[in-house]
């Protein structure tokens, strides 16, 4: 039974901060890459970050960059996306994949690893 369950999410005003959390459960989680994607409604699904499968590489879009930090416990079995000086932009679904490959992750390749079911994140005044 693979479990990707992600918290956090909630209503946040312009500029403030969020911390989502994943906890995974089911599968080996320090063997895997673990990734954080943000979809709005009517856009592409995109990739926020990545982080590999002992935290060594990390991976962000430009549009995060600086503001948003990927992290991972593997004691624990959850990967964190903190989230600072948020933008209505930044007003999405964030959604957690798991996958054998931090490459496979940063590149988009799909048809593999797991997703959660995810958490909405709203940034508005």
């Known amino acids: 039974q693979v479990q990707l369950v992600e918290s956090g999410g909630g209503l946040v005003q312009p500029g403030g901060s969020l911390r989502l959390s994943c906890a995974a459960s089911?599968?080996?989680?320090?063997?895997?890459?673990m990734g954080w994607f943000r979809q709005a409604p009517g856009k592409e699904r995109e990739l926020v970050a990545a982080?590999?499968?002992?935290?060594?590489?990390?991976n962000y879009s430009d549009s995060v960059k600086g503001r948003f930090t990927i992290s991972r416990d593997n004691a624990k079995n959850t990967v964190y996306l903190q989230m600072n000086s948020l933008k209505p932009e930044d007003t999405a679904v964030y959604l957690c994949?798991?996958?054998?490959?931090?490459?496979?992750?940063?590149?988009?390749?799909?048809?593999?690893?797991?997703w959660g079911q995810g958490t909405q994140v709203t940034v508005s005044s």
């Open positions: 994949k798991a996958d054998p490959s931090f490459f496979a992750i940063v590149a988009g390749a799909n048809g593999r690893g797991y």
């Open positions: 982080i590999s499968v002992t935290g060594a590489n990390t």
């Open positions: 089911g599968f080996t989680f320090s063997r895997y890459a």
